[in-house]
């Protein structure tokens, strides 16, 4: 059933051959794909900055009862002689271990957040990094502040320069680097998590930054998880209208023309290979379209399993509420309810990263 879905669709395949691979022919048509997806979607990443430097501005080491340090650290990256500072929040338990870890991309920087439950993430053995998106760059059309300042200086963007969502997935990295230099994490257990809008971002950071172990997608819909061709709800003419600034400019070809599009949103999943990403879907959160993203699982499983690894274990029909599929390299959960980051959907998270990776 799923096949014939998938057909008339019309995808684009992924990778021609129908052979095996090696993790050499799938790096190098992974970094092909990364182009293309920068290209024409979300734009090439700011630059590498010349130096980094952190300072922790508060400490609050009986956070949770005691259980957790929170800290507040500034993230200062230097590009000649410019400067960029965003502050990162990291929640940490207190025992003597190297903890797996979040890098969660939020709205707010609050902590706890009513998207962020942060006491019973770290009760489970998980530290958590965050940051506030806007702290970065601003959600609109302004690309003077911030990071985007930075970046262009008053100069126009053009074609396949970046917009927001490459920016802050540039920050997400930055927390990264910053986690390197922890001794309490586990830097093989990183996993990098958004919701919606920072969903998308989430996977961008996860297919373009191969130190994260998994990313994880709640609720990203159009530009994110879902498939792009056949989409219910939300369009690429609707996205780039309402958030042009989002993407790069060369995306604005495939409104109204998402068939010419030399890839789909499963490209983006795929890219994450062989590393795992998670995908979750709240039933009715139709503006992103469950069956999309659902749809967009299914067609990057083919990746994994030409790569000799189990893809996406999942019955031959479309998903329903309760449906958690934690067997393979993605993971999938479709909760009831609206376009939400729950505990739930973090409960179901921890449920998988567990499984995976024998927490
Ligand atoms: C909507 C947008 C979606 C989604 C959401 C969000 O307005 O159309 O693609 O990203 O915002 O981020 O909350």
Redesign the pocket.
């Known amino acids: 059933m799923l096949e014939n879905l998938l057909r008339e669709r019309g995808l684009t395949k992924i990778w021609d051959s129908s052979e095996i691979c090696s993790s050499d022919e799938w790096e190098k048509r992974r970094s092909e794909i990364l182009k293309l997806l920068c290209n024409e979607e979300y734009g090439f990443l700011p630059c590498t900055p010349d130096n980094l430097s952190f300072e922790v501005l508060e400490q609050d080491n009986k956070f949770c009862a005691g259980k957790v340090t929170l800290n507040k650290v500034s993230i200062t990256a230097q590009f000649g002689n410019k400067r960029f500072s965003f502050p990162c929040w990291t929640s940490i338990p207190n025992g003597n271990k190297k903890y797996p870890f979040f890098v969660f991309i939020n709205f707010r920087g609050d902590i706890p957040d009513k998207y962020f439950p942060t006491e019973e993430i770290c009760d489970n053995g998980f530290a958590i990094l965050s940051f506030c998106y806007e702290d970065v760059t601003s959600d609109d059309n302004n690309f003077s502040d911030g990071i985007a300042g930075v970046i262009y200086g008053g100069k126009d963007r053009k074609d396949n320069d970046c917009g927001k969502i490459s920016m802050w997935s540039w920050a997400a990295s930055r927390v990264m680097d910053y986690a390197k230099t922890l001794s309490n994490l586990d830097l093989t257990k990183a996993f990098v998590v958004g ?6 971002t989430a996977l961008l950071t996860g297919a373009l930054d191969a130190r994260f172990a998994c990313a994880i997608s709640n ?6 998880a879902a498939i792009t061709r056949g989409k219910r709800g ?1 369009k690429i003419k ?2 780039y209208n ?2 042009p600034y989002w993407f790069c400019a060369n995306y604005k070809k495939y409104m109204d023309n998402e068939h010419n599009l030399p890839f789909d949103q499963h490209f983006l999943l795929a890219a994450i290979a062989p590393r795992k990403v998670y995908v979750a879907s709240a039933k009715e959160d139709l ?2 379209d469950p069956d999309s993203e659902y749809l967009s699982c299914v067609a990057a499983s083919e990746v994994y399993e030409k790569l000799g690894f189990t893809g996406f274990v999942h019955p031959d029909r479309l998903p329903n509420v309760g449906d958690v599929f934690h067997k393979g390299n993605i993971g999938y959960h479709m909760r009831d309810g609206l ?1 939400y980051l729950s505990r739930e959907d973090w409960l179901h998270f921890i449920a998988y990263l567990k499984k995976q990776f024998k927490i």
């Open positions: 919701h919606s809008r920072l969903g998308k609720d990203s819909g159009c530009s994110g939300e609707d996205i309402s958030f503006w992103a376009h």
